[in-house]
């Protein structure tokens, strides 16, 4: 399962036409249970029909407009092939589902455009990166978040010693220290071995694999700007430094042989090597908003923060995850209405705000409440 990418969540926005249907359910993966997926959505289906219902649509316009989920209900492989959570986002252009590693509370949404905000915590914080595993006989790539992780194409990329160098390469049992240099570059190996000249030949070996290596991997994730997480046996980590010019190797590795773990291992070891670079840009944009609050280039309160995302002036977004807020905007007067509960004709504001910040550029912290600046469930650091 591919990570939710930011550009996934752009295109699906800016693609909604006419009445849109966003339906959540968390889904069961395996066992005699996963016969209660197709029930719970053909529920989910219903309490959407009585919502465009309740905003006017006739009878036959939504049965019109939600066949395409009908028609998934009893496609059996479908239902038993599924993560902890799935989207459905429906509107006239047709559906478009996702398999997503969220267990989604059950929400059945209706609006002018797609509901997005249970998908925010697989963007903000959690986010894009990728484990390059490295093994002479074998090199794999993943796309991860903190959720998931899937493994990329590398056709075209010599992903083994003897593709690389086009020769037999026996190899070499090392033993090694590192040091650091005095500036911050990267870390050189110090081998030892028994072999002498035999284990300089290998290092140099595995050196140049690493080199041809390096050049695919870089050209695979060109314009991506994602930490990368190395997996290997000690010797491989400061030998790819060497070689590589990635710009952003995160500094933590995942040592040992890659090829004698599950993938879920490597996926669980990477993310704890990764989690503090998201932590620390999550952190660093709070301490941000403290830093200008009082300047007039921060805003907090739904009825703040809407006009300055609808005018695209919102760089930083931080809202309660967990919370629903209903009402309505008006974009011409920047009139903000918050209802108790939800009336027909109502956005969930939250969402707004937040689909206006990702469509301008700017980046979205999902969080608990006590984590948004400002006291309230939504604040935003203001572009300059």
Request: aromatic share 8%; proline share 6%.
């Amino acid at each position: 399962m591919r990570p939710l990418r930011r550009k996934d969540l752009e295109a699906l926005l800016e693609h909604s036409e006419g009445r849109c249907v966003s339906l959540y359910m968390p889904t069961v993966q395996a066992g005699k249970e996963t016969r209660q997926n197709p029930i719970r959505f053909k529920n989910m289906v219903g309490k959407a029909r009585e919502r465009l219902l309740a905003l006017g649509m006739k009878g036959h316009d939504a049965d019109e407009l939600l066949e395409p989920a009908r028609q998934l209900i009893p496609e059996r492989p479908f239902w038993q092939n599924q993560s902890i959570g799935l989207a459905a986002f429906i509107s006239p252009n047709g559906m478009r589902t996702m398999r997503l590693p969220l267990a989604f509370e059950e929400r059945a949404m209706v609006g002018d455009r797609f509901f997005v905000k249970p998908l925010l915590p697989l963007l903000s914080g959690d986010g894009l990166f990728y484990v390059l595993s490295l093994s002479q006989k074998r090199v794999r790539l993943f796309e991860a978040s903190r959720y998931s992780m899937a493994e990329l194409d590398l056709s075209g990329v010599p992903t083994n010693m003897e593709e690389a160098l086009g020769r037999d390469t026996p190899e070499s049992h090392l033993q090694y220290h590192t040091r650091t240099p005095g500036g911050g570059g990267r870390r050189p190996a110090v081998f030892h071995g028994q072999g002498g000249g035999a284990d300089e030949d290998h290092k140099k070996d595995v050196l140049q694999f690493f080199q041809v290596l390096d050049k695919g991997i870089h050209e695979t994730l060109r314009g991506q700007d994602a930490p990368v997480v190395l997996a290997g046996v000690d010797f491989t980590l400061p030998l790819y430094r060497q070689a590589s010019e990635l710009p952003r190797i995160v500094e933590r590795g995942v040592t040992g042989s890659p090829d004698e773990i599950s993938d879920e291992a490597l996926h669980q070891r990477s993310w704890e090597a990764v989690e503090p670079l998201f932590s620390a840009a999550q952190d660093k944009a709070v301490a941000k908003y403290h830093d200008l609050a009082g300047t007039g280039n921060t805003v907090s309160g739904i009825e703040g923060v809407l006009p300055m995302a609808e005018q695209r002036r919102v760089d930083v977004l931080f809202l309660a995850r967990d919370t629903r807020m209903w009402g309505r905007f008006d974009s011409q007067s920047g009139h903000v209405e918050v209802h108790d509960a939800w009336e027909p004709g109502d956005e969930e504001l939250l969402d707004y705000a937040a689909v206006r910040t990702l469509l301008s550029g700017g980046t979205v912290y999902a969080t608990e409440e006590s984590k948004v600046p400002g006291g309230a469930r939504v604040s935003a650091v203001l572009r300059f």
